[in-house]
């Protein structure tokens, strides 16, 4: 698989890259690859003869917008089952 580089990139943007691969649970790598391959699937006709690039590695989707589908499919908190605080005193307590 061939490398790309990019030289000269200003601090700012590598920080900002950094913060928002953290947020994304994704190295830089990781990060920069899902952001080519989401710009280069974006247009309609520029997938290239291989068709459409996907990320070698990694989710592409941030915990917010996993938090929003959540929200969406379960619109009532949970009422029944244990309480996760009540499980994890029963494990400590449990050693």
Do not use: Y
């Amino acid at each position: 698989m061939p490398n790309l580089s990019i030289k000269n990139v200003p601090d700012a943007v590598v920080e900002k890259l950094r913060r928002q691969a953290t947020r994304n649970h994704r190295s830089l790598q990781g990060e920069l690859m899902a952001l080519v391959c989401r710009v280069v699937n974006e247009p309609a006709g520029r997938e290239g003869a291989g068709g459409p690039v996907q990320p070698s590695r990694g989710g592409t989707k941030t915990i917010d917008q996993i938090a929003a589908e959540h929200r969406a499919r379960w619109k009532e908190p949970f009422t029944q089952g244990p309480l996760a605080v009540d499980t994890i005193r029963a494990d400590r307590d449990a050693r």
